[in-house]
């Protein structure tokens, strides 16, 4: 069985399935549509957002369903409303400054994942995927940052529809393999219990035949 560094299995492992989905289907839509232009960009990405964050509170609420810590789920999920809104309810101001928020957002979040992945646990495939994603995501606040800097508005689309691709592939691969973990887990407790009740099963046996020999 894979040794993780928490108490349970983090979150529900559709969460992430689903959370997986989303960003593929928005990642298609950033860089498959042919509509290109800067505000159409922002608003499929605050549309996005506000869709990772209802997915966030959700988690939130299963994580305090299982006692397992709900802060951060929290905090994402807050931080996830709020720089949507800001997006959408902006849309007509200069791009540049939502470009910059979302440099930020993205760069701050890739940081947030690579932090993750080698505090929160230490079996070898979550730690790949959470830090992969989030030096995919930091290099990606990059350069939509610069994109920002040099008005190159079609870098920005391109570099935010791979970057949403990444995550999505990341988290779907994150959920199936949460999914192993918990069966694994759930197995060698069985195991574990089943081994224990022989146990004491033997030792009760062999305390019986101790006490008809001392009579």
């Keep these: 069985m894979a040794h993780i560094n928490r108490k349970y299995i983090d979150s529900h492992w559709m969460l992430f399935i689903a959370r997986g989905l989303?960003?593929?289907?928005?990642?298609?839509?950033?860089?498959?549509?042919?509509?290109?232009?800067?505000?159409?960009?922002i608003t499929v990405v605050g549309i996005f957002l506000l869709t990772f964050s209802i997915v966030e509170f959700v988690n939130a609420l299963y994580r305090a369903r299982q006692k397992t810590g709900w802060a951060i789920s929290v905090s994402?999920?807050?931080?996830?409303?709020v720089v949507a809104l800001?997006?959408?309810?902006?849309?007509?101001?200069?791009?540049?400054?939502?470009?910059y928020i979302i440099s930020i957002y993205t760069?701050?979040?890739?940081?947030?994942?690579?932090?993750?992945?080698?505090?929160?646990?230490?079996?070898?495939?979550?730690?790949?995927?959470?830090?992969?994603?989030?030096?995919?995501?930091?290099?990606?606040?990059?350069?939509?940052?610069?994109?920002?800097?040099?008005?190159?508005?079609?870098?920005?689309?391109?570099f935010f529809g791979v970057y949403l691709l990444i995550i999505g592939t990341c988290s779907l691969f994150y959920g199936v393999h949460n999914r192993a973990q918990k069966i694994e887990d759930r197995v060698a407790r069985r195991e574990?219990?089943?081994?224990?009740?022989?146990?004491?099963?033997?030792?009760?046996?062999?305390?019986?035949?101790?006490?008809?020999?001392?009579k």
């Design 192 to 214: 574990s219990a089943a081994k224990a009740a022989k146990t004491r099963k033997h030792n009760g046996r062999a305390g019986k035949k101790i006490v008809k020999r001392s």
């Design 107 to 158: 760069f701050l979040r890739g940081f947030f994942e690579i932090i993750a992945g080698f505090r929160a646990t230490v079996d070898p495939t979550d730690r790949f995927t959470w830090v992969f994603s989030g030096m995919f995501g930091a290099i990606s606040g990059v350069t939509i940052f610069s994109s920002a800097v040099l008005n190159q508005n079609d870098y920005f689309v391109r």
């Design 22 to 41: 989303i960003a593929l289907a928005f990642g298609a839509v950033s860089l498959f549509n042919m509509k290109r232009d800067v505000p159409y960009m």
């Design 76 to 81: 994402l999920a807050i931080i996830d409303a």
């Design 86 to 99: 800001a997006l959408l309810f902006t849309i007509t101001q200069d791009s540049t400054w939502h470009l």
